[in-house]
Each structure stands twice: as structure tokens, then as C-alpha cells.
């Protein structure tokens, strides 16, 4: 199901590869132009899926399993998609999510190596068959994007740069698999080529 009233946006992408940069940019942009939206991130974006983010991305005494990192990632976006993106999309607005539910697919089914097919059905139950209009998959090789990290870096940054190199190559499925929705950008133009690719791309699906 996708939206049929508002318009939702998703970034994806391996750490560090841009998207929180060219989210601010399009942001920008959708306010000067007076456009109302909505910007949530994942996990979090409710009271509920922030207290999940912080279990999913900080340190503890034992180690979360695969399968319960997957069950979190999903329980904290089917608060979000509830609480927040389908009640906002319902009016009309937009969206914009940094990560949604192919970060699963990637991280988890890719980089966890979790059953992909398994993850669809858990995916398409969290979200209530609720996907991006467009998705735009910021791609950079897994060194590049462990240098923009820096060092502080949370629990899944820290997964090293084999997990991100999985990660990766399960995007670059992705986009093949859901190509009506995704469009892949190349995370070493700069920055400023890059949000023109997507405005422009927006423009066109969706002239306002």
C-alpha cells in the first residue's frame, strides 16, 4: 500500500554516507517554499521508539541477539508509522524518513544475514503494508563511509567494515528489487549535485 495522499520520502544508506546531510538540504528547501512536513528518523521519532533506539544503539552488559534487533527495529517503526507517518501522510503532507524499512532488509537481512523473506513479512506487518513513494539510496564504499563516521560511532557502526560492506551490497539489490521506488545516488558527488539530483527527481514525480 502505497500513499495516496501524501507524499513519503525515504534515505537510505551504509553509515556515513550522506543522508542526514541531504535531508537537511531538502528540508531547507521544502521550507522555503512554505511545504509542510514531517522529518522522523528510525529507530525513533516517538516517545516509545526513542526508548528503543536506545536500547538498539548503546552499549550493554549482554549482547541483543539478531532476531530481537530485528523484532526492535520493526516494534519501534510500527509506533512510528501509527503515531506519526500515517496520520500525517492522511492529510495530504509529506514525508520524510531517515531509514525506514529497507534499513531492515539491509542491515539486518543483509548485514545479520536474518532470512530476507522472513523480514519482508515482518516488515509488511510492522508497517501495515505502508511504503515510500521514493526512496533514495545514497551509495559509498564502506571505507569512505567509516572515515566520515569519525570515532564516535554507536552500537551497529562499531559492527565493522565487513557488516557495512553487506549492508551495501544488499542495497544495491534493493534498488534493483523495488526499482519503481528507489533512485541511486552517488555518495562522492558533492553535496550540492547531489540535492539537485533530487529535487529534480522529486519535480518529477511530483511537481508542486
Same mark, same amino acid.
Given at each position: 500500500?502505497?500513499?495516496?495522499?501524501?507524499?513519503?520520502?525515504?534515505?537510505?544508506?551504509?553509515?556515513?554516507? +550522506?543522508?542526514?546531510?541531504?535531508?537537511? #538540504?531538502?528540508? =531547507? /528547501?521544502?521550507?522555503?517554499?512554505?511545504?509542510?512536513?514531517?522529518?522522523?528518523?528510525?529507530?525513533?521519532?516517538?516517545?516509545? =521508539?526513542?526508548? *528503543?533506539?536506545? *536500547?538498539?544503539?548503546?552499549?550493554?552488559?549482554?549482547? *541483543?541477539? %539478531? $532476531?530481537?534487533?530485528?523484532?526492535? #527495529?520493526?516494534?519501534?517503526?510500527?509506533?512510528?508509522?501509527?503515531?506519526?507517518?500515517?496520520?500525517?501522510?492522511?492529510?495530504?503532507? *509529506?514525508?520524510?524518513? %531517515?531509514?525506514?524499512?529497507?534499513?531492515?532488509?539491509? /542491515?539486518? +537481512?543483509?548485514? $545479520?544475514?536474518?532470512?530476507?523473506?522472513?523480514?519482508?513479512?515482518?516488515?509488511?506487518?510492522?508497517?501495515?503494508?505502508?511504503?515510500?513513494?521514493?526512496?533514495?539510496?545514497?551509495?559509498?564504499?564502506?571505507?569512505?563511509?567509516? #572515515?566520515?563516521?569519525?570515532? =564516535?560511532? %554507536?552500537?551497529?557502526?562499531?559492527?565493522?567494515?565487513?557488516?557495512?560492506?553487506?549492508?551495501?551490497?544488499? /542495497?544495491?539489490?534493493? =534498488?534493483?528489487?523495488?526499482?519503481?521506488? /528507489?533512485?541511486?545516488?552517488?555518495?562522492?558527488?558533492?553535496?550540492?549535485?547531489?540535492?539537485?539530483?533530487?529535487?529534480?527527481?522529486?519535480?518529477?514525480?511530483?511537481?508542486?
Amino acid at each position: 500500500m502505497s500513499t495516496s495522499k501524501g507524499l513519503f520520502i525515504s534515505f537510505e544508506g551504509i553509515d556515513g554516507c +550522506g543522508k542526514s546531510t541531504q535531508i537537511k #538540504m531538502l528540508c =531547507s /528547501y521544502l521550507k522555503d517554499r512554505n511545504k509542510e512536513f514531517l522529518m522522523v528518523r528510525e529507530p525513533g521519532g516517538t516517545d516509545i =521508539s526513542e526508548q *528503543i533506539r536506545k *536500547i538498539l544503539l548503546h552499549s550493554h552488559d549482554q549482547e *541483543i541477539s %539478531d $532476531r530481537t534487533e530485528a523484532l526492535l #527495529m520493526t516494534g519501534s517503526r510500527a509506533q512510528l508509522i501509527d503515531e506519526k507517518i500515517l496520520p500525517f501522510l492522511n492529510q495530504g503532507k *509529506i514525508v520524510i524518513a %531517515d531509514r525506514f524499512l529497507d534499513s531492515t532488509l539491509a /542491515y539486518q +537481512g543483509g548485514g $545479520r544475514e536474518l532470512d530476507l523473506n522472513w523480514l519482508i513479512d515482518l516488515n509488511n506487518f510492522a508497517t501495515n503494508n505502508t511504503f515510500p513513494d521514493i526512496t533514495f539510496f545514497i551509495d559509498i564504499e564502506p571505507e569512505i563511509g567509516a #572515515m566520515r563516521s569519525g570515532s =564516535s560511532k %554507536d552500537r551497529i557502526e562499531r559492527a565493522g567494515l565487513e557488516f557495512q560492506s553487506r549492508v551495501r551490497q544488499s /542495497y544495491i539489490k534493493l =534498488s534493483t528489487l523495488f526499482n519503481d521506488r /528507489y533512485l541511486t545516488l552517488d555518495g562522492n558527488l558533492k553535496k550540492k549535485i547531489i540535492h539537485k539530483k533530487i529535487v529534480s527527481h522529486l519535480l518529477e514525480k511530483d511537481p508542486w
